[in-house]
């Protein structure tokens, strides 16, 4: 089963979208139940949690073998990079909890660097949170870009980092989700 976070939003909802049209076992996990009919019309499973509910978190990655976690933009905050830090950390806890098997981690452009890049450090927390799990882990970046250069070479090849529109976001993980072991690096 794909477990879905962020399904109400642009890159989750094309994710579990493309894997209902594919016929796949989809779980998405929504903060509240307004669009949990509509999400059931389609034929995915529905869980509730909220990202600062580990046991929620975890329950709703039950079953996984695969799952597409994403950091909910926190604009309103005082500390968006400390409460990406405790998303990603929970994210972490659940999914070893859950004895989920792939991760898919939507990132950015820039996430690669630790200083100077603004919320987009927020995805580098969380790449640098998800880098510590033992299972193959990819991370996604939603933007086009044309060269990634350095980036990477720096992944260690259990984890991979691509690069895909939110268009092609979809396709992608299709693509990767059943392979993420078997990716090899890009050519330079």
């Known amino acids: 089963m794909y477990v879905v976070f962020g399904a109400t939003g642009q890159t989750g909802s094309a994710v579990a979208d493309a894997l209902l049209e594919k016929n796949q076992l989809v779980r998405v996990v929504l903060r509240s139940d307004k669009t949990a009919a509509a999400w059931r019309a389609k034929g995915a499973d529905v869980a509730s949690a909220d990202l600062s509910d580990l046991e929620a978190m975890t329950n709703a990655m039950?079953?996984?073998?695969?799952?597409?976690?994403m950091n909910p933009p926190a604009y309103n905050v005082i500390d968006m990079f400390a409460v990406a830090r405790g998303i990603g950390e929970r994210?972490?806890?659940?999914?070893?909890?859950s004895g989920a098997q792939k991760?898919?981690?939507?990132?950015?452009?820039?996430?690669?660097?630790?200083?100077?890049?603004?919320?987009?450090?927020?995805?580098?927390?969380?790449?640098?949170?998800?880098?510590?799990?033992?299972?193959?882990?990819?991370?996604?970046?939603?933007?086009?870009?044309?060269?990634?250069?350095?980036?990477?070479?720096?992944?260690?090849l259990s984890k991979v980092f691509y690069q895909v529109s939110t268009r092609r976001l979809s396709a992608r993980f299709r693509w990767f989700v059943p392979q993420i072991s078997d990716v090899p690096l890009p050519k330079r």
């Open 91 to 97: 994210y972490v806890a659940a999914i070893r909890n």
């Open 103 to 156: 991760v898919v981690l939507l990132s950015s452009v820039g996430s690669q660097h630790a200083l100077g890049t603004g919320n987009i450090l927020t995805t580098h927390i969380l790449e640098t949170i998800f880098g510590d799990l033992e299972i193959p882990v990819a991370f996604c970046g939603r933007r086009r870009l044309w060269k990634i250069g350095a980036a990477w070479r720096r992944l260690p």
């Open 62 to 69: 039950g079953n996984a073998d695969a799952v597409y976690a």
